[in-house]
């Protein structure tokens, strides 16, 4: 295996995540992209072309090329609207691969669903394995859905990730967790799932000192900071952050709650609204600050700063922020969904919340807070979880995968 072309269609692995459509693959791509091109695998990831400013291919690091390429207008797009450009992104890819007869990909790399319509059509077009990373599934989000979602995510979404599941030579999955549910949800043998865990740059996200860490941020060095990091958007919980801050914050005057991030899909800018109003009517505005989305390196220091950080989300395929806490010696308090489940160990490095409201977050959060025994062994357990996760390994396990596709046939779309 020596050419890998990865499609990251709806988002560019060199955008900001935190915001909009930026967030945890944005983040996998760039890491898992530039592992595999330091193994010696050549990564073309394609992206769309959203500003006309953008050049035409980026050099990332020796053996990772992003590719920028037009489909519809060069702008910002919605996911209904990016749907319709998929044919032109899937000529465009084709085009741009075949200009190079002599670098052909051994495979491709599909990531999220719309990407994976792509990379189902490129599989076909140039008889090559596909692998899919779904990042998020609509039948897992269905399963336990408090708000509505579009009409295009519940209907055709649904029918296109079938599809694409069932031509894909492997499914990536971060974890047993992910693998379980895929496997269940989608009858689909075991033996078409790989498990290919996501990984923390260890180089930036390490434990440090707290009072310097709060320094650079500006943020109080006396009180207990408790820390949300991510894209504002129901799915995510914010509202449960604000409001289990706002029952621990009499019993646990010095605390003070910093919101990384910005507004995310159809129902972010609400959800601040949302969020904002719970600050205001608990008269917690000299309690919480909010931050915009902070460039992936700078937050190491939000996570150095913290003494807790909270991860209240409905549903997490893998959950980086957690990891990237835990990288940093900060113990999580997380809901216990998903990629969670194996990312905190309950009453080791942090606690896994089953009861997702207010109510059990503030106990757990009040557990952490003001038991000072309780805190050094949690961030000693949080570090050394996070020391099995690389993004080098990551790569390696990819790697294997990789190499197990090309002994095989090409699986029949069934
Ligand atoms: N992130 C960031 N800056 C921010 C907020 C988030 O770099 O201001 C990154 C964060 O470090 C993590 C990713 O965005 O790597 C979010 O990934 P996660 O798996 O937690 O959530 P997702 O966005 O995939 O739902």
Known sequence: MQRLAIISYHTSPLVQPGTGEGGGMNVYVKQLASALARLGISCDVYTRAYSPTLPACVTVEPGFVLHHLPAGPLSELTKPDLLEHVSEFTENVLERIRMNPGQLPDAIHANYWLSGIVGHALKHALEVPLITTFHTLEKVKAKDRAVPDDEISENLRMEEESRIIYCSDQVLASCEVEADEISTLYDLDRSRISIVPLGVDHAFFSPGNRDMARRAIGLPTRGKMVLFVGRIQPLKGADIAVRSFARIASRVPDAFLAMVG??????????????????????????????????????????????????????????LVALEAAACGVPVVASNVGGLKTLVVHGSSGYLVTDRTAGEFARYLVKVLEDPSLARPLQVAASSLSTSYRWRDSALRLQQVLVGLTAKELLECG
């Open 262 to 319: 910005g507004p995310s899909g159809p129902f972010g800018n609400d959800e601040i609204l949302k969020i904002k109003s719970i600050v205001a009517k608990e008269r917690l505005n000299k309690k919480v600050y909010f931050f915009d989305p902070q460039p992936h390196e700078v937050l190491s220091s939000f996570y150095r700063a913290a003494n807790v950080c909270l991860v209240p989300s409905r549903t997490e395929s893998f959950g």
